[in-house]
């Protein structure tokens, strides 16, 4: 039964809608010469498009006024999505005033390829023009497309017998079909973003969404497609509105789409919402990088660290249900397994991240304890994501790391001594930072990047070919605020240097200091890098000659290890080195100073 009580127009349109249902359509031709003058009235007296459903015994099913609506056919008994190898039997006829006769809208080709329809005919009234369109087919199954016949009269569909072109199609639906064969762990993804009025949005959209490309591509989607909406806020219930979500539905139908990707995080109900209505899984930019991060943690401590972030991010979305239920307060309709299982499933979550905490503290422990004999100042690289940090490390000291023009593409720490000539260093990669990076992301690599905050000396590694270059180099500064690390000494690193000009290079020097211009592929820039470092790095060691009783040789070897050793002699009443340290190793070494 067609759904009338549905239809907001009034009382008098909704009786005339009902009487089409008691005048035949016609069996072989699309319509009867009586129903096509009941249909000019009816457009003429009330100008309302309209909508008729008939069925092959040209019977007319249902009307609907103006715009169809998608929702108004699924609370329709006798219409539903259809399996693409076959059709409906139900023709779908649009009479009104300058239509577009040339295509179909989203939302028609939506509807007449998703249930299924035999044909969809448009009438334009006004110019007593008309054009059909029929579904098309491809191996073996409809395809999202349609074939388009123009040029008839209005007049001309009381004789127009579209039985044969239809029966092509179905015996084109019964053939066997020779199925291609596909990668299927590679999915089609969709973009979507919101642009937000005035300082709402600190990152360009389109800057944003093609980082999010960027990602995807990383996490090995394919993107097809992208779309946005201005609002002055993010939808409570689907983050864009409900008008853009079914803009949406019809898009991932008609192109193929496996998977929507939004540029913001959602909460949990915005996501169960949305898959609802498109019914295909909807992730949003923070698991996007929790997939990379999975993919690309190698370590004992990444994988724990990736993991702890995972369970993180899903224990409010198994919560949303409970607190759901938990608001019912009780009582009837609360009890039993359902409940049961929820809470089953927090405490596992709950306990799982207790147990990976406490590893990971385990982890940090045993580093630290490997750390304890290490003297050498620690200079820690930081940046933006695909700012070039591992390429700039594999250079400076032959560390192989992994280096991709990929967001992401080294995730565990990694940590190679750097020989400055007059002093040593070690490096110490870190995972690049991203704009719109959830807290509970940084909480989680707490571990890793506490080789940022116990780091003497800070290399600011930033993209200078960049179009946003400031943008990224201020969400740096705010993750680094977030670790309470501002204060330590930084020299900031514009790298890529090939991929700029010399006016630019020059700009940028004046820009920040202490800073300079690198190119961590060319090599262009280094000593100017090296005299930084070993500036910043020497600012405070202190230069001593001393003289070390045999029985304290042990010391030759740390002293070798940990500092620059200039001169070294074996002489009756000792060792005599003559060496640059560090304060704290200075210090420990003063007792043996020769005293002049």
């Known amino acids: 039964m067609f759904p009338w009580n549905k239809i907001e127009v009034g009382k008098g349109v909704r009786e005339c809608l009902k009487r089409f249902s008691e005048c035949p359509a016609g069996h072989v031709e699309l319509l009867t010469g009586d129903l096509l003058e009941e249909i000019r009235r009816f457009v003429q007296q009330y100008k309302y498009d309209l909508n008729l459903f008939t069925d092959q015994k040209g019977t007319v099913l249902g009307t609907f006024p103006g715009v169809i609506n998608d929702s108004i056919l699924l609370e329709w008994d006798d219409i539903g999505p259809m399996s693409d190898k076959s059709l409906s039997g139900m023709r779908w006829l649009i009479f009104g005033i300058d239509l577009d006769l040339k295509q179909l809208s989203s939302q028609e080709n939506y509807i007449f390829t998703r249930y299924g329809l035999d044909i969809l005919v448009k009438g334009d009234l006004l110019t007593e023009e008309s054009a059909i369109f029929y579904p098309t087919v491809e191996n073996g199954a409809r395809s999202r497309g349609y074939d388009r016949e123009a040029g008839y009269a209005v007049t001309e569909l009381l004789t127009l017998d579209p039985t044969e072109r239809i029966m092509r199609v179905n015996l084109q639906l019964n053939e066997d079909a020779i199925h291609k064969i596909t990668d299927l762990a590679v999915e089609k993804a969709l973009l979507v973003g919101l642009e937000l009025p005035g300082n709402k949005n600190l990152y360009p959209l389109k800057e944003s969404l093609m980082e999010l490309e960027q990602l995807a591509t990383t996490a090995g989607a394919i993107v097809v497609g992208q779309t946005w909406q201005s609002r002055d806020n993010p939808h409570p219930a689907f983050y864009v509105g409900q008008g853009k979500v079914e803009e949406i539905k019809y898009q991932v139908y008609l192109q193929?789409?496996?998977?929507?990707?939004?540029?913001?995080?959602?909460?949990?109900?915005?996501?169960?919402?949305?898959?609802?209505?498109?019914?295909?899984?909807?992730?949003?930019?923070?698991?996007?990088?929790l997939d990379i991060f999975a993919q690309h943690a190698h370590t004992r401590e990444g994988k724990l660290q990736v993991e702890l972030a995972q369970m993180k991010y899903m224990l409010p979305r198994l919560m949303g249900q409970g607190q759901v239920l938990s608001r019912l307060g009780g009582g009837i309709g609360t009890r039993g397994p359902g409940e049961t299982k929820l809470e089953v499933d927090r405490r596992r979550i709950r306990k799982r991240i207790t147990d990976l905490e406490r590893e990971i503290k385990e982890v940090a422990a045993l580093r630290q304890l490997h750390n304890q004999g290490r003297r050498l100042p620690v200079v820690a690289l930081v940046g933006y994501t695909n700012a070039g940090k591992s390429t700039l490390l594999n250079y400076l000291t032959n560390a192989e790391v992994l280096a991709e023009d990929k967001l992401f593409a080294t995730l565990d720490p990694t940590m190679r001594k750097l020989d400055l000539g007059t002093s040593s260093v070690l490096l110490s990669d870190t995972v690049g930072f991203i704009q719109k990076l959830p807290h509970h992301l940084v909480a989680a690599f707490k571990a890793t990047l506490e080789e940022v905050q116990k780091a003497d000396l800070l290399l600011h590694i930033v993209d200078a070919s960049h179009r946003e270059y400031e943008l990224q180099m201020r969400t740096v500064w705010d993750v680094l605020g977030d670790l309470e690390v501002l204060d330590k000494p930084t020299i900031t690193v514009f790298n890529k240097a090939d991929c700029i000009d010399e006016q630019k290079m020059e700009f940028l020097k004046r820009q920040v200091q202490p800073s300079t211009v690198v190119s961590a592929r060319t090599g262009s820039g280094m000593e100017d890098l090296f005299d930084l470092i070993r500036q910043e790095v020497e600012q405070n060691f202190r230069e001593l000659e001393i003289i070390l009783p045999y029985d304290q040789g042990g010391w030759i070897e740390k002293l070798h290890r940990t500092a620059n050793v200039i001169e070294e002699d074996y002489r009756e009443e000792g060792i005599y080195l003559k060496v640059v340290a560090d304060p704290v190793l200075a210090g420990q070494i003063e007792r043996y100073q020769i005293r002049r």
């Open 256 to 289: 193929g789409i496996d998977l929507i990707i939004f540029d913001d995080e959602l909460s949990p109900a915005q996501q169960r919402n949305l898959e609802e209505i498109i019914s295909i899984k909807v992730v949003d930019r923070s698991r996007l990088i």
